[in-house]
């Protein structure tokens, strides 16, 4: 941001740049392409991690994406773009390797290596180590205040926040240094004292919690596993054709048109593609790791079903979990050197960010109004509109917070901000006939 002019405004403040924002500057980038310059979308991006990364702490040996590669930044908004995954292993001479491989699921960390690599290679300023502190609205334009690396503020007619989801732990469980989400597993399992009770536990029901149990069951050689749940067993994902269109764009159209009711419904019955279930494969494997103690008689892995944890008590360099079985109501104490909670996700603060701002929106129950091209509805004049990647799964489904739809998504929100870009600027050019 360093070197700007203070009175610059830019069409677009990107608050955020992960995969969402990261598509949406490659969509501006795509946009501009064939335009004059006085017709461009001209963007700025403010970060606050000091690089661009992608769920670091789950990038676990061998993990593999639950989506096709085809799902990558821009496929579905522009084939033949040069951000493609497949153009990514042309430059880095993977191609054929990976045809070889026969999958449409690539692992976590190339997908990673390939969001890097669009990072770095889109035209875009990016402030990494840069936080947005707050927003207002002047006559013109917003302001946003900036901290971090780039301190200053930042004028745009146009917001886009993509500050994607915050982790959440079990209601009265406070982090700790062997009490933590799943969301920075290898960090904090890094940053652990020495092993004194050889025993983990691992709180949740989805995948994150099915892939944590098996990393440790299988790195943690001499170290038992609990894992522990509210289901009577694992339920797998619903990856079916059929029901996968439920991330269709198509159906984004269908579930913003809904009633509330249907809408309800819908996610209801589809819940299971996404929340609370793991994939076939992963749970025929625990099965089998947990069969086959049974049968040698030396137990590391224990399923503690239709349970629930009860009490954490982290003190003396070990944390005591009270597991309760609902069935029995029988209670059982597991002394373990740390509990690792895959409890998923909730959306960013957006009344946070937004602070004063607040009142000029709308809000309902289940979060923000929204229209079908992501933006915010005023409640009270503002300088331009705002729009949201990400805290919409109430108004445009399952696929709001994941990489799904990410590309149609982004290029629709460009499209959005161009035609009020284009209408703003012919106004303009009347008043200004109308004044001579």
Known sequence: MTGRPVDEIVDIAGIGFGPSNLALAIAIEEHNQNLAPAQRLTARFVEAKDRFEWHPGMLLPGATMQISFLKDLVTQRNVRSRYSFLNYLKEHDRLTDFINLSTFRPTRLEFQDY????????????????KAVSVAATGDCFEIRLSGQAEGVLRARNIVVAVGLSARLPDGVTASERVFHSHGLLPRLAALPPLRHNRFVV??????????????????????????????????????????????????????????????????????????????????????????????????????????????????????????????????????????????????????????????????????????????????????????????????????????????????????????????????????????
């Not at 969001?115 to 840069?130: H, I, M, P, S």
């Not at 923000?368 to 933006?375: C, G, S």
């Open 115 to 130: 969001l890097r690599w669009a990072a770095r290679t889109v035209d875009v300023q990016v402030a990494y180590g840069t």
């Open 203 to 436: 709180i949740g029901a989805g995948q994150s919690a099915g892939e944590v149990v098996g990393h440790l069951h299988q790195t943690y050689e001499s170290s038992a596993v609990h894992a522990v749940f509210g289901k009577y067993g694992l339920s797998p994902a619903d990856d079916s054709p059929y029901a996968n269109r439920i991330f269709d764009p198509a159906a984004v159209d269908d579930f913003y048109s809904s009633s509330p009711e249907l809408r309800k419904q819908l996610m209801s019955y589809h819940r299971g593609t996404n929340y609370s279930a793991v994939e076939p494969a992963l749970i025929e494997q625990l099965y089998a790791h947990e069969y086959a103690e049974r049968v040698a008689g030396t137990r590391r892995l224990f399923m503690h079903g239709a349970s629930a944890v009860t009490g954490i008590d982290d003190s003396d360099g070990a944390v005591r979990v009270d597991v309760t079985h609902g069935p029995t109501g029988l209670t059982e104490t597991l002394v373990c050197d740390a509990v690792v909670c895959a409890t998923g996700f909730r959306p960013g603060d957006v009344r946070g960010l937004l602070g004063e701002l607040t009142g000029s929106v709308a809000f309902e129950e289940a979060g923000p109004q929204v229209t079908r091209d992501y933006r915010l509805v005023p409640t009270a004049p503002l300088p331009g509109d705002i729009y949201l990647q990400g805290g919409t799964e109430h108004t445009h489904g399952l696929s709001s917070s994941l990489l799904s739809n990410i590309a149609v998504r982004t290029g629709e929100i460009v499209r959005s901000i161009a035609r009020s870009s284009a209408a703003g600027t012919r106004a303009e050019c009347a008043a200004e006939r109308a004044g001579r």
